[in-house]
T-cell receptor
């Protein structure tokens, strides 16, 4: 039982390049989330998916797109990376949204130069 | 505008003593509050939660207190142990699909 897995762990991009961050969970959870963590800013929600087939914007969605591929997988895409997107990205999942405990992946450290 | 505020970026406490981490919120409609703990280079892990209809919830060394009139909650860790050194995030839910996190407080347990 791996919980929440994220790939890659580290990535360096040049400005304008694109990439997709992958996330998968094996806990049969309905809800999945993408956060970014910046120094002094806490965890900010980028996008979330309350259930398979639905996605919604969070607090900081600009510059990102997501796909809920199936119940297990939720990917985050940067179409044209910018230095402001340098951050640590966390994927999380929960049985349902809101008050239910979220389980986090180990994170992806992204640097955009 | 920050809806969940952790005004102390860091806190140092002697091992064995009580650690008290504070959190304030602005939205009286929040119905659930959660605390997460984060070690460096790892994802956050859930610690403890409390419903807005309660004023206290206890789990071993961890107790969360909720003061709705003051829109304030606190996490007490007794006794503090070296492994408690981490960043602690307060979070709140509006019973929709997402939660809002505070900026975190870094707790240092001193030997």
């Amino acid at each position: 039982n791996a919980g929440v897995t994220q790939t890659p762990k580290f990535q360096v991009l040049k400005t304008g390049q694109s990439m997709t961050l992958q996330c998968a969970q094996d806990m049969n959870h309905n809800s999945m989330y993408w956060y970014r963590q910046d120094p002094g800013m806490g965890l900010r929600l980028i996008y979330y998916s309350a259930s398979e087939g639905t996605t919604d914007k969070g607090e900081v969605p600009n510059g990102y797109n997501v796909s809920r591929l199936n119940k297990r997988e939720f990917s985050l895409r940067l179409e044209s990376a910018a230095p402001s997107q340098t951050s640590v990205y966390f994927c999380a999942s929960s049985v349902m949204g809101g008050a239910y405990e979220q389980y986090f992946g180990p994170g992806t450290r992204l640097t955009v130069t | 505008d920050q809806q969940v505020k952790q005004n102390s970026p860091s806190l140092s406490v002697q091992e064995g003593r009580i650690s008290i981490l504070n959190c304030d919120y602005t939205n009286s409609m929040f119905d659930y509050f959660l605390w997460y703990k984060k070690y460096p280079a790892e994802g956050p892990t859930f610690l403890i939660s409390i419903s807005s209809i309660k004023d206290k919830n206890e789990d071993g060394r961890f107790t969360v207190f909720l003061n709705k009139s003051a829109k304030h909650l606190s996490l007490h860790i007794v006794p503090s142990q070296p492994g408690d050194s981490a960043v602690y995030f307060c979070a709140a839910s509006l019973r929709d699909d997402k939660i809002i996190f505070g900026k975190g407080t870094r707790l240092h347990i001193l030997p």
